[in-house]
Nanobody
Framework: QVQLVESGGGLVQAGGSLRLSCAAS????????MGWFRQAPGKEREFVAA????????TYADVVKGRFTISRDNAKNTLFLHMNSLKPEDTGVYSC?????????????????WGQGTQVTVSS
């Protein structure tokens, strides 16, 4: 299984931007579909964005569509999430995950490797 480590979280004002990174090791990163999920306090983990093995296909949750962009650099074994126009409701712990398929899947059950997460806090 691939090991994943997120970075780039922090505190930002509403309307601001952040870029999250997810460094992968221990597996063949380029074979996996990848995703970002988030969990707010007292809520279940929810899907944010996913990308297929070569970056040719992406999918987003409706609440972030048009504001967030997922991308990957297979040469550097790194996944990214560019977040613009951030809102207080985007606050949460953001985790990257590797799927056991090569597709851009929204299903949590199709991910078998998870990072520890990075905190994103958006102030109003």
């Amino acid at each position: 299984q691939v090991q994943l480590v997120e970075s780039g979280g922090g505190l930002v004002q509403a309307g601001g931007s952040l870029r999250l990174s997810c460094a992968a090791s221990g597996g063949i990163f380029s074979l996996n579909g990848m995703g970002w999920f988030r969990q707010a306090p007292g809520k279940e983990r929810e899907f944010v964005a996913a990308i297929n093995w070569n970056g040719g296909r992406t999918t987003y949750a409706d609440v972030v569509k048009g504001r967030f962009t997922i991308s990957r650099d297979n040469a550097k074994n790194t996944l990214f999430l560019h977040m613009n126009s951030l809102k207080p409701e985007d606050t949460g712990v953001y985790s990257c995950a590797a799927a056991y398929t090569a597709t851009a899947t929204i299903e949590k059950d199709e991910y078998n490797s998870w990072g520890q997460g990075t905190q994103v806090t958006v102030s109003s």
